[in-house]
């Protein structure tokens, strides 16, 4: 007999697809749901309804706590949809992922939602750990509960998390410096610009400025920085004053990074004239960054892979609960360059799900 896996592999598609298709609920493409549907039928595919019962006979209830997205920042929309991609595999083994979202320039909201989540006594937790003193507090009621958890995005240490799953912030920052040894001169002015907040951890924002520095210094390159934060990217006007004063009095710079997923914001409030004269180098595949890319106002984009990180998040603590396999203490993304050239080649899971739905 064939199984839901084998379906969904014919079928190009997820076991949560297929799943919700022969249960013929929503969330599936007219599309897709023809594709599947005609797969069922040619390969005469029944429920073991025994099989099935079993599976479902213990029930995980998995929580998630993320940062929301918008439309001024939408790197958070990307670990999600790994997420939902990922809860659907899971739910026919019993698990239930449920996402609590909160305000990342919040951090009541944080600590609000966390207490929403902990009220339905989760058997295990998902959190990205945006603010440390909080984060402190909160683990610190896991610990007590004994609920595993995992950070996701954000490395901390010293904590009793199962694993960490993100980028190593160092070497992406390294890889950054190399990239832009390569498309500037000798003795090159960098500007380094980020917004500057002392609400959250900026661990990952600090790590990739470390590792720019490095590369430049462990190579004994020559090369000035000047560093321009914002306390947020919202006010754009202020942005354009601020970046135009920073060109002004440091003709020489060459180059920009943006150690965040911000780089289009900061590509749009420079004049067109002026942009053809930069190497512009940032982090994440949002789709303002992606289209900037497109569009030649971004030289590099160093890519995480949110989409896997959220993913592979849900399936490992599956795994954990189900068949409590431990993973390893740190599960890095892969450093991926992107550029306008190879864009269609990359993350063709992330888009071959939201097409999907």
Not at 338 to 355: G, M, P
Request: hydrophobic content about 35%; proline content about 3%; overall charge positive.
């Amino acid at each position: 007999m064939i199984t839901i896996k084998e379906i969904a592999k014919i079928a190009n598609v997820s076991i949560g697809t297929v799943d919700r298709v022969i249960h013929n609920r929503t969330g599936v493409s007219n599309k897709t749901r023809e594709k599947v549907q005609k797969i069922l039928n040619e390969r005469n595919f029944k429920i073991n309804n025994i099989a099935r019962s079993l599976a479902m006979k213990k029930k995980y209830n998995l929580s998630v706590l993320i940062p929301k997205f918008d439309s001024n920042n939408l790197f958070w929309k990307s670990p999600l949809l790994g997420i939902s991609k990922a809860a659907e595999d899971v739910l026919s083994f019993g698990v239930e992922v449920k996402n609590y979202t909160f305000n990342q320039l919040d951090n009541k909201s944080y600590i609000n939602s966390f207490k929403n989540l902990i009220k339905e006594n989760p058997e295990a937790v998902i959190l990205t750990p945006l603010f440390l003193d909080e984060t402190k507090i909160m683990v610190n009621i896991l610990d007590k509960k004994k609920i595993p958890y995992i950070f996701l995005n954000i490395e901390m240490n010293g904590f009793n998390n199962l694993t960490f799953i993100g980028q190593d912030s160092y070497k992406g920052g390294y890889l950054s410096g190399k990239l832009m040894h390569l498309c500037t001169e000798q003795k090159s002015n960098y500007l380094i610009t980020d917004i500057e907040s002392k609400l959250y951890n900026n661990n990952v924002i600090e790590g990739r400025v470390q590792g720019f520095k490095s590369y430049f210094n462990k190579n004994k390159i020559p090369f000035k920085s000047t560093s321009l934060n914002f306390e947020d990217l919202n006010n754009l006007d202020y942005v354009k004053q601020q970046l135009k004063k920073v060109f002004e009095k440091h003709s020489d710079i060459s180059g920009i990074l943006v150690p965040s997923s911000r780089i289009s914001t900061i590509s749009s409030c420079i004049e067109s004239k002026k942009l053809k004269t930069l190497s512009l180098i940032g982090f994440d595949t949002t789709e303002q960054n992606i289209e900037f890319l497109k569009n030649d106002k971004i030289t590099f984009l160093i890519s995480q892979k949110s989409f896997n990180q959220g993913f592979k998040s849900v399936k490992i603590m599956a795994d954990f609960l189900i068949q409590n396999s431990i993973p390893k203490e740190k599960i890095y993304s892969p450093l991926e360059i992107i550029t306008k050239e190879n864009l269609e080649f990359s993350q063709q899971e992330k888009w071959h799900y939201i097409n999907e739905h």
